[in-house]
């Protein structure tokens, strides 16, 4: 595949995050090197869900590509236009992605689905955000060893929030950088001393660490499930 006149897919936020956020995403879990307690991926013929070694909770966005197959088709797309951009080239990888921003964007959230699956690709993030000052990016993100090489470099428009429940948790104590946890409860955020995020406005500035309630289709009889059907019905 050439990426002559390829372009990638962003989508348009959710009701969570409002429309007038633009968003971008991979396979999730096979794009997330450091992804642990939350590892899970989609077969990308079948859709089929397999969770890892270590999954206490199912990731919300490999259960929306074993149920939308258009939706992961989209995201095995943007991989492979990324693959054949260069994936140790993050120039050309930040070229593709310039060229395929939506031109109404203002705000755009890195991986809904997926992560920096190498340190050139955060690179090319990197160089995007540098030459769209006009853009606020931001993204949750696992792999914390790529992010804190480069922290030097990264512009004030990219807001990088670490994602406790991978590979190298052990990182983030110490190292300054904002942190979310996922949560069962508002009671387990309050017992934390953590406000919860409803809307992203938390992950779209440097404002400090917070909490994410459990969301997504959770692997039967789980821990996770139970604590969703809970969440659930108080809603309802």
Known sequence: MTTKNKKLSFGKGNAKVGDHVYTFSLPAGHTCPFANECLSRADKKTGKIKDGPQTVF?????SM????PSVRVSRWNNLDILRA???TDSQAMADLILSSIPRMAKKIRIHVAGDFFNPEYLRAWIRVAQA???????????SV??????RGNIPFNLVITASIGGKA?????GSGLQSARVVYSEQEASFLGLPIDHDDSHAQRAGGSF?????GTQP???KAAKALAELNKALN
Do not use: Q, W
């Open 58 to 62: 199912r990731c919300f966005a490999a």
């Open 65 to 68: 590509e074993a149920r939308m």
């Open 85 to 87: 951009a260069g994936l």
């Open 132 to 142: 769209r000052p006009d853009i606020l990016f931001y993204a949750y993100t696992k």
């Open 145 to 150: 060893p790529f992010v804190l090489a480069e």
């Open 169 to 173: 948790d052990k990182l983030i104590n």
């Open 211 to 215: 909490a994410l309630l459990i969301h």
């Open 220 to 222: 039967k009889g789980s």
